[in-house]
């Protein structure tokens, strides 16, 4: 199963809007309804911040949205805030191998 | 409060084999997948495999096929992953993490990590 693609690294200013990308298959990300986002500050721990596409855990802030059209998922943070500098990474269930494969991973820089 | 505490970090050495705990708390273990997901220094993050803390059943990814174990000790609240015939590209933190919606992701609790390093 390969590895989904996202873009290396996004930038965006403080207050502003930006969207990461993921890019699979049919047999993933377009076949199903299972991307989840993950948000990583270095050192640190994977936290769920989107699962389902569009499902927010309790606690995560709504500034954290996503959606899917096709093969390709998006996260889209709105309102940008030093603190959202970290690394992104979405997931998606894979039927036919009933397996999860994660993207490379995008680095956020809040300028 | 719902957690997953891990085992310490380890030093091996190629071809040796190493096993990690996990340890949950705070909710009903067999009512959760438990994924194991790893990261290389500086890499990606990288699922591993799963299991079904209810049946014990097991999934994994076919590039860890025929090295990796899971197994889960129920009356411990206690998932276990092995991986033999370690390779110094093995070198990553171990993660295991509670799968939200079963096989299908969402892994909404995560341990700590345990750091494995493969070393001559």
């Known amino acids: 199963q390969s590895a989904l693609t996202q873009p290396a690294s996004v930038s965006g200013s403080p207050g502003q809007s930006i969207t990461i990308s993921c890019t699979g298959s049919s047999n993933d990300v ?3 309804n299972y991307v989840s986002w993950y948000q990583q500050h ?9 699962y ?8 995560v802030s709504n500034r954290f949205s996503g959606s899917k059209s096709g093969n390709t998922a998006s996260l889209t943070i709105s309102g940008l805030l030093a603190e959202d500098e970290a690394d992104y990474y979405c997931s998606s269930y894979a039927g036919s191998s009933s397996s999860l494969v994660f993207g490379g991973g995008t680095k956020l820089t809040v300028l | 409060q719902v957690q997953l505490v891990q085992s310490g970090a380890e030093v091996k050495k190629p071809g040796a084999s190493v096993t990690v705990s996990c340890k949950a708390s705070g909710y009903t273990f067999t009512s ?37 174990t ?51």
């Open chain 1, 42 to 50: 270095p050192g640190k721990v994977p936290k769920l911040m989107i």
């Open chain 1, 30 to 32: 377009g076949g199903y």
């Open chain 1, 52 to 59: 389902d596409v569009t499902d927010r855990p309790s606690g």
């Open chain 2, 70 to 120: 899971i197994t889960r000790d129920t009356s411990a609240t206690t998932a276990y992953m092995e991986l033999t015939s370690l390779r110094f590209e093995d070198t990553a933190i171990y993660y295991c993490a509670r799968g939200y919606r079963g096989n299908t992701g969402a892994l909404d609790i995560w341990g700590q990590g345990a750091m494995v390093a493969v070393s001559p």
């Open chain 2, 32 to 68: 959760y997948a438990m994924h194991w997901v790893r990261q290389a220094p500086g890499q990606r993050l990288e699922w591993m495999g799963w299991i079904n803390t209810g049946n014990g059943n097991t999934k994994f990814s076919q590039k860890f096929q025929g090295r990796v």
